[in-house]
């Protein structure tokens, strides 16, 4: 297989590897494997695609993400070869312009790239879907999320500090992969409801601010559980309340126990939250909210602004099942001025 | 705050001359007669990098 990519002579001492990563930029502080031709060349042929083909061009610095360019930081991530499909199909993800990634490259807010996967390649790959998620102790997840930064930051030219001018950055920034946790509810998978057959797999990317945990363990019935949910997507300050876009809500199998039980499902979950999820315009500071008014004048054209909900429509909810035991849900806001984008993962070219 | 950014982009994107005025950060979050001092005071250079020829880029 022919290489492109430019050859470094390094030291094999992980140390001096890691320092010499460090000073040409392309690292995140943690030490990496080395993408030697051998390991790179394994992952290409892993992808299925030439080397050379180019999944396009990642803003903010244009840099080509070629199939050989992702391979090199999914080598340097630590990333095993069968996780190309994933990477490739979410770097294609990202250019759907609904995704504005020129506009999550390079903010000022707190923005990292979430990655849900969908479908039989959880299993196939060891995806983590349950307890800790989120957290370490996965590599599939741990690995994954860290290549994708890698692509951001080395293809696409966001280097921290520099053209990446987030102003506190996101621990999700280091690496932000998860699978959905299918099997804990009844409801078809996030992939499914956007027009994917179950038995594909899938990725979904999501620009997201911070996470915030709901504990509603004292709900008996599944409406505490969402107005529990509800109030915590009420921020004066977020994107969302600001911008509209997209808000995730990431139900904890417990909670979905008891949604199910008392017959709920997704479209009456988003219409409730949609309804309780609003701000009320006192809690805004006065010119904030004509900062809202300006970004979302349609909405504040039919509301009598008593209060703002956080999302510009139900649809705007996206709703998913994923983590371990335990009465606690997630909401997760995004960089407003964005959409997730869900791609099917083509295994057909891998054999 | 985003000039050097700005810079790199526009070499990335060919335009390496690009002429680039930049104003103090932060534009937001500050009165509205900053925010026209800010503009009268590179409103001229604006002017000269609109209408001057930029040196040939360097690619």
Redesign the interface.
């Known amino acids: 297989m022919k290489l492109a990519s430019v050859r470094h002579e390094v030291a094999e001492s992980p140390l001096e590897l890691l320092e010499y990563v460090m000073e040409q930029g392309w690292g995140d502080g943690l030490p990496v494997i080395p993408p030697t031709e051998e390991r790179v060349a394994a992952m290409v042929e892993a992808s299925g695609r030439p080397p050379e083909e180019s999944r396009g061009r990642i803003p903010?610095?244009?840099g080509d993400a070629t199939i050989e360019k992702i391979a090199v930081n999914a080598a340097m991530a630590g990333c095993k070869p069968e996780y190309m499909p994933v990477l490739v199909t979410a770097v294609d993800a990202i250019f759907d312009p609904v995704y504005n990634l020129p506009g999550v490259q390079?903010t000022t807010n707190c923005i990292a790239q979430l990655i849900v996967v969908h479908g039989p390649a959880r299993y196939a790959l060891g995806i983590n879907c349950k307890e800790n998620l989120f957290g370490q102790g996965w590599r599939a997840n741990a690995t994954i999320g860290r290549a994708f930064r890698f692509i951001l930051q080395n293809i696409g030219?966001a280097k921290p500090g520099?053209?990446d001018?987030s102003t506190f950055g996101h621990q999700g920034k280091f690496s932000s992969c998860i699978g959905e946790n299918e099997e804990a509810s009844p409801w078809p998978p996030l992939h499914v409801e956007r027009g994917l057959e179950r038995s594909d797999s899938a990725v979904t990317v999501i620009a997201i601010d911070p996470h915030i945990m709901v504990n509603d363990a004292a709900s008996t019935d599944g409406e505490g559980v969402l107005q529990s949910i509800a109030s915590s997507m009420m921020q004066a300050g977020s994107n969302n309340a600001l911008f509209g876009g997209e808000m995730v809500v990431v139900l904890g199998p417990e909670h979905v126990d008891m949604l199910v039980r008392d017959g709920w499902d997704p479209p009456r979950i988003r219409a409730f939250l949609y309804e309780r999820g609003r701000v009320p315009t006192f809690l805004f500071a006065p010119a904030n909210l004509e900062r809202a008014r300006g970004r979302r004048d349609d909405l504040m054209a039919r509301e009598d602004l008593a209060s703002v909900p956080v999302v510009d429509g139900e649809e705007e909810i996206c709703l998913f099942v994923a983590g371990g035991l335990g009465k606690h849900s997630l909401v997760i806001p995004t960089f407003g001025n964005t959409h997730s984008v869900t791609r099917r993962i083509d295994f057909s070219f891998t054999g | 705050?985003?000039e050097?950014?700005g810079r790199?982009?526009a070499r990335?994107?060919g335009f390496a001359g690009l002429p680039i005025v930049s104003i103090p950060h932060p534009i937001t979050g500050i009165p509205l007669d900053t925010v026209h001092t800010h503009a009268d005071e590179i409103l001229e250079s604006v002017a000269e990098s609109l209408t001057q020829t930029p040196p040939e880029d360097e690619g």
Do not use: N
């Open positions: 903010h610095l244009f390079g030219g520099d053209t001018r | 705050m985003f050097a950014f790199k982009k990335a994107l």
